[in-house]
Nanobody, 123 residues
Framework: QLQTVESGGGSVQTGGSLRLSCAAS????????IGWFRQAPGKKREGVSC????????KYGDSVKGRFITSRDNTKHRVYLQMNSLKPEDTGTYYC????????????????WGQGTQVIVSS
């Protein structure tokens, strides 16, 4: 079964930081564009970031620009999301997925989502 596996979530206070990690089961993330998405309770899933297969190009949702950084290490088969200056509105379940980052609609991409990792930011 081909699936992404997210980890690194947790509970932090406003202004804190977390680093999420994305791995793959059944395939390799290497050289695939990867998006991070999140879904808050009662809200639609939204695109957070996207990184191309080499890591040379990244995109971010407006709500996280300047605070979140996505990166990858293909030697470790991992894609990361460094989240800084966290706000309560960043609370949600975070998912990663193979995503067409060069598409203007990347943030609306749908995928076979994994279990995600939960992030809770308290005020």
């Amino acid at each position: 079964q081909l699936q992404t596996v997210e980890s690194g979530g947790g509970s932090v206070q406003t202004g804190g930081s977390l680093r999420l990690s994305c791995a793959a089961s059944g395939f390799t993330l290497d050289y695939r564009a990867i998006g991070w998405f999140r879904q808050a309770p009662g809200k639609k899933r939204e695109g957070v970031s996207c990184i191309n297969n080499s890591g040379s190009s990244t995109k971010y949702g407006d709500s996280v620009k300047g605070r979140f950084i996505t990166s990858r290490d293909n030697t470790k088969h991992r894609v990361y999301l460094q989240m800084n200056s966290l706000k309560p509105e960043d609370t949600g379940t975070y998912y990663c997925a193979v995503t067409p980052c060069d598409s203007p609609g990347w943030a609306l991409w749908d995928a076979d989502w994994g279990q995600g990792t939960q992030v809770i930011v308290s005020s």
